[in-house]
C-alpha cells in the first residue's frame, strides 16, 4: 500500500497550490480520505476530509475552520487520487502536508482524527513566504 504525495512547493502569501495524493495497492473508491498538516513544533492537524464517492455525489466534504472557504478537497476514482486546491494560502498555513486513507463502508462520513485512518502518504512540504 503506497500513498504518494505530491504538488508541495514556495509560494508567496495569496498564492495557490494543488497537492496531490495518489493511491496504489489499495481499492481507493472504499476509502475516505483526508488531508492534515503538521507545522514545525505543532501537533498534526486536521485540514480537510472527503468521503467516499458514490453514484453522483462525489463526495461529503469537511474543513478545518481555518482553511474554510479557501481549500477545496476532491477526490478522482479512476485516477486513485486526491487533491487539495489551496488557495489565497497565507504564512501560517506553512507545514508539512499528509495524505491518508480510511477504510469504510459508509458513503457519508468524513474523518477528522488521525487514528480513524488505515494508511498514510509521506508528507510534501508547502511554505508560504510573507
Known amino acids: 500500500v503506497q500513498l504518494q504525495a505530491s504538488g508541495g512547493g514556495l509560494v508567496q502569501a495569496g498564492g495557490s497550490l494543488r497537492l496531490s495524493c495518489s493511491a496504489s495497492?489499495?481499492?481507493?473508491?472504499?476509502?475516505?480520505a483526508g488531508w492534515f498538516r503538521q507545522a514545525p513544533g505543532k501537533e498534526r492537524e486536521f485540514v480537510a476530509g472527503i468521503s467516499r464517492s458514490v453514484s453522483r455525489n462525489p463526495g461529503n466534504t469537511d474543513y478545518a475552520d481555518s482553511v474554510k472557504d479557501r481549500f477545496t478537497i476532491s477526490r478522482d476514482d479512476a485516477k486513485r487520487t486526491v487533491y487539495l486546491q489551496m488557495n489565497n494560502l497565507q504564512p501560517e498555513d506553512t507545514a508539512i502536508y499528509f495524505c491518508?486513507?480510511?477504510?469504510?463502508?459508509?458513503?457519508?462520513?468524513?474523518?477528522?482524527?488521525?487514528?480513524?485512518?488505515?494508511?498514510w502518504g509521506q508528507g510534501t512540504q508547502v511554505t508560504v513566504s510573507s
Open positions: 491518508a486513507a480510511a477504510f469504510t463502508f459508509s458513503s457519508i462520513r468524513t474523518y477528522t482524527t488521525q487514528s480513524q485512518y488505515n494508511y
Open positions: 495497492g489499495i481499492p481507493f473508491s472504499t476509502y475516505a
